[in-house]
Each structure stands twice: as structure tokens, then as C-alpha cells.
């Protein structure tokens, strides 16, 4: 007698999703498509320790191996096949897109940024002609590192921008930080001070949990609560002595955040290149 049979592809995309479920956490949410002629597989939202569901949401892409990831001698393997246009289409969609490869018979799982693949191979993707991902075994699943790449891509944007707010600022920055080190420790900081003060703060934070740059410096609530305790007038927010402090932590962290921008664009210097010459010129120049 004869009966209809499973097609491979249909068990190895079921195989692919069920051990993506596996592998994600358990409170994290995962909504497969029906509709995937688009190169969607499944909405997923990551949900906070504390269970809370907040909006943080990442678009999935799955593709599988029933036999085994077939490694090339470096370590890594070529996802080929997809369509420019699947790529155009993820790289436009508003939240990020991540590509999930599933070796089936070693139960593992890895996973690529669409966006960071495009920006490190852009010259070849400007040509529109094909567009090929290098999965790395190095890019294995796990889920601290998948969210630290997750939030890096929803907060690019603001990264473009910081990036060029403090190479435009590092030379005020150093003279405001020796302009502080060694005025009377009782000074109160005055407005204006306070407020350029505030920016740098905010801008040398960012890049450091951006980057994963451990940072020294204590956050700004930190710097006026201590500030109250010591001086208790209440008059200024923060004093002279307070910025003092700290200058020799900045100036560390200036030398950190610097280099890791340079290794950064220059990982990234093809879509510099197109993007803004002027940032990748002028960080690779910088004494």
C-alpha cells in the first residue's frame, strides 16, 4: 500500500524550530508565521528576568542541517541561496532581523545579525547582486550573547550619533577635564559647566555599555548624592572637588572608548566608507 510521505524540508523545518524553542529561554516569547514567503520565520520577544514583557522584539530567519553543519577548515560556513531582495527587506524593517542556522543532528545553534553582516561586507552588497552570510562556530547560541547583539542593534542609531557627538567633543573634553582637575574643591559647578558636564557623562556611558567597556565612573545619581552628603548646603548640584575626582577616570576611559571605536569602524569600514568617510578618516588619524 502506498501513503503520502514527509518531505525532508518540512521535517527539517519543524526539526529547526523545535530546537530554537529548545535553546531560547523559557519565558521568552516566539510566535511562528504562517505567511513565510518573505523571510520570516517566527516574531520573537525577549522577556526581562523579572517577567516583564516590554516590547523588545526581534524578527527570526531559520535555517537548518539535518546532518551537520559542514565547517570549512577555518570554521565557518556559508549561508548562500538567500535573495538580495530578502535581504534588502530585512535590512528596511524597523526592529532587528537575526539569521538562526540550526545543526539538527549535534543539537546546536547559531545566529548572525542581518544588519552587522551587511555593514561589514557592504561594498559587496551595494552591488545587488548576491549577498552571501559567513556563520561562524564562534557565533553559537547563547543568551547573553544574543542580547547583548540584540540590544546593539536596536540602539545603532543612537551609536551613530554618540559616536560623532564625542569625536567632535574630544578635544573639549580634555580641556574641560584639565580645566577641573585643579580649581579650588569648594567651587560650586555653575550652570553651564554642569550641564556640558552632564552630556559627557551621558555620552561616555553610552559608548562604554555599547561597546562592553567596564566602566569606573559612577553614574550621575551616585556623583549628586555624594556630593549632598559631603557638602550639605544644597546650593550646587555637584562641586568642584566632585569633577576633580574623577578626571583621571575619564581620561582612562577616553583612551578605552577610542580604541574600540577604531577597531569597530575599521571592522566596519566598508560601510564607513560610503556612510561617512569623514568619521572613518578621522578616527584613524586620531593622536
Same mark, same amino acid.
Given at each position: 500500500m502506498k501513503y503520502p510521505k514527509r518531505a525532508k524540508q518540512h521535517i527539517s523545518e519543524s526539526a529547526s524550530? @523545535?530546537?530554537f524553542n529548545l535553546v531560547i529561554p523559557d519565558n521568552w516569547i516566539a510566535r511562528e508565521l504562517t505567511e513565510k514567503d518573505y523571510g520570516i520565520?517566527? &516574531?520573537?520577544?525577549i522577556v526581562n528576568d523579572d517577567n516583564d514583557?516590554?516590547?523588545e522584539l526581534t524578527l527570526i530567519q531559520l535555517k537548518s542541517k539535518l546532518n551537520?553543519?559542514?565547517w570549512t577548515k577555518q570554521d565557518y560556513y556559508t549561508l548562500t541561496g538567500i535573495k538580495i531582495s530578502t535581504t534588502n527587506y530585512w535590512d528596511n524593517l524597523a526592529v532587528p532581523v537575526f539569521i538562526f542556522l540550526t545543526d539538527i543532528i549535534n543539537r546546536k545553534v547559531f545566529f548572525k545579525s542581518?544588519?552587522?553582516e551587511i555593514r561589514i561586507n557592504y561594498q559587496s552588497y551595494l552591488k545587488q547582486e548576491k549577498f552571501n552570510y559567513q556563520i561562524n562556530k564562534s557565533d553559537e547560541f547563547t543568551i547573553q550573547d544574543f542580547k547583548f547583539q540584540y540590544f546593539k542593534e536596536k540602539q545603532r542609531k543612537q551609536f551613530e550619533n554618540e559616536l560623532v557627538f564625542f569625536l567632535s567633543n574630544l578635544e573639549k573634553?580634555?580641556?574641560f577635564q584639565s580645566e577641573h582637575r585643579n580649581r579650588d574643591f569648594h567651587m560650586g559647578i555653575e550652570p553651564e559647566d554642569l550641564i556640558y558636564f552632564e552630556s559627557m557623562h551621558r555620552n561616555y556611558s553610552f559608548l562604554c555599555s &555599547?561597546? @562592553?567597556i567596564p566602566n569606573s565612573i559612577s553614574t550621575l545619581s551616585q556623583l549628586k548624592n555624594k556630593s549632598r552628603e559631603r557638602f550639605k548646603d544644597g546650593? &550646587?548640584?555637584l562641586y568642584e572637588l566632585d569633577i576633580a575626582e574623577c578626571v583621571e577616570d575619564y581620561e582612562k576611559q577616553t583612551k578605552s572608548i577610542t580604541e574600540e571605536l577604531i577597531k569597530l569602524i575599521n571592522e566596519e569600514s566598508s560601510f564607513w566608507i560610503s556612510s561617512n568617510l569623514t568619521v572613518l578618516n578621522f578616527i584613524n588619524n586620531i593622536d
Open positions: 524550530l @523545535n530546537l520565520d517566527c &516574531y520573537l520577544e514583557i516590554t516590547g551537520g553543519v559542514p542581518v544588519d552587522k573634553y580634555s580641556d &555599547y561597546m @562592553n546650593y &550646587y548640584e
